[in-house]
């Protein structure tokens, strides 16, 4: 069974850091664009961040552009989102995803063919 599982997330204050895992299995993912998507609640998902299959390009919202950062490790099947400087509106589930067609990252969601359960992020003012 193919499975991407998200963890990490949790409450923090304003200010304040999370590390989020997304953790691959049931197939490799070393050569899928990876991306993170979050969800408010009554609001669209929305695209996070992305990075391509090498780890060589990454692409963020301008939201958090100078304040998270992904990665990934592919020997591990993980991709990874270090969010700093958190905000309240940075509140949401996150969700990892793959897009098995593509080695370059996309920011639409419908590019995407796996996705994670999602893990919440609260972050409290």
């Known amino acids: 069974q193919v499975q991407l599982v998200e963890s990490g997330g949790g409450l923090v204050q304003a200010g304040g850091s999370l590390r989020l895992s997304c953790a691959g299995s049931g197939r490799t993912f070393s050569t899928d664009a990876m991306g993170w998507f979050r969800q408010a609640p009554g609001k669209e998902r929305e695209f996070v961040a992305a990075?391509?299959?090498?780890?060589?390009?990454?692409y963020y919202a301008d939201s958090v552009k100078g304040r998270f950062t992904i990665s990934r490790d592919n020997a591990k099947n993980t991709v990874y989102l270090q969010m700093n400087s958190l905000k309240p509106e940075d509140t949401a589930v996150y969700y990892c995803?793959?897009?098995?067609?593509?080695?370059?990252?996309?920011?639409?969601?419908?590019?995407?063919?796996?996705w994670g359960q999602g893990t919440q992020v609260t972050v409290s003012s």
């Open positions: 995803a793959a897009d098995s067609k593509r080695v370059q990252a996309g920011v639409r969601s419908g590019e995407y063919d796996y």
């Open positions: 990075i391509n299959w090498s780890g060589t390009s990454t």
